[in-house]
C-alpha cells in the first residue's frame, strides 16, 4: 500500500493574464503533468466562479502522462479589470481520493497586454554584458535568437532522466523480490520530482 505524502504538482502556464481588449485571450489552456508511475485524479477550485468556465474541472491523468484543461473567462468588463482570482489545482490519489498535493495558478484581467506589466517587486534588471553588442528591441527577436541556439535538450537532461527511469523500474524496499538491491519508497518518490522537471524540460524543446 502507497504512503500518503505531498508531491509537487506541475502546471503550465503558472498564471493567466486575460486581455479586455484581446477576444482571443478570453479562451485559455492550462496544461497538467503527471511524471509519476501511478495514476492521479484532480479537481479544479476557483475563487470567483462565476467570472469564469473550466471544461472538465474534474477528472483523472495516466502515469507518465498530461491533460489539458480549458479555461474561459465568462466576465470581460472593465469593472473586473486588475483583480486578481487564483485557480487551484488539487491533486488526489487514483483510488483513495485522498489529496496528495496542490498547485495555485493566478489570474488577472488587464485592459491591454501590450500595457500590463507585473509587480516591478518580482523582477530584477539584468547588467548589461560587455560581452556581447546584440540590442534586441522586442520579444520577438528574443525569441528567434534563442530558438535558433536551442534546438533540443542537452546530453545531461537525458541522461538523469533514464537514470531516474531505471531507479523507479528497481523493486522497493517493500516489494517481495529475488533481487537482493531495493531502492526505499522516499527515493523513488525523489527520482519521479527530478524525472518530473526533466520530463518538463524535455517538453518544452519539443
Known amino acids: ?14 498564471s493567466l493574464t486575460f486581455s479586455l481588449e484581446d477576444k482571443s485571450s478570453h479562451r485559455q489552456i492550462i496544461t497538467l503533468f503527471n511524471p509519476y508511475d501511478f495514476p492521479v485524479r484532480f479537481k479544479v477550485f476557483c475563487t470567483c466562479t462565476k467570472k469564469y468556465t473550466v471544461v472538465e474541472p474534474e477528472g483523472s491523468i495516466s502515469a507518465s502522462s498530461r491533460v489539458d484543461i480549458v479555461v474561459r473567462h465568462n466576465a470581460p468588463a472593465p469593472a473586473f479589470c486588475d483583480i486578481r482570482d487564483k485557480f487551484r489545482i488539487q491533486m488526489q490519489y487514483y483510488t483513495t481520493k485522498k489529496v496528495i498535493g496542490h498547485k495555485d495558478v493566478e489570474t488577472i484581467l488587464v485592459r491591454s497586454s501590450d500595457n500590463f506589466e507585473l509587480p516591478a517587486e518580482n523582477f530584477k534588471q539584468l547588467l548589461r554584458s560587455d560581452i556581447s553588442n546584440d540590442n ?49 519508497f522516499h527515493l523513488k518518490l525523489a527520482l519521479a520530482f527530478v524525472l518530473g522537471m526533466t520530463t518538463i524540460t524535455i517538453l518544452q524543446h519539443q
Do not use: W
Not at 500500500?1 to 503558472?14: A, D, N
Not at 541556439?149 to 516489494?175: K, Q, R, W, Y
Not at 523480490?177 to 526505499?184: A, G, H, K, T
Open 1 to 14: 500500500m502507497m504512503t500518503e505524502c505531498k508531491v509537487p504538482v506541475f502546471v503550465s502556464p503558472q
Open 136 to 184: 534586441y528591441d522586442n520579444e520577438s527577436e528574443i525569441r528567434q535568437h534563442f530558438n535558433t541556439n536551442t534546438t533540443g535538450p542537452n546530453f545531461t537532461t537525458l541522461l538523469m532522466a533514464g537514470v531516474c527511469i531505471c531507479g523507479l523500474l528497481l523493486p522497493s524496499s517493500e516489494d517481495s523480490d529475488i533481487l537482493n538491491f531495493r531502492i526505499s
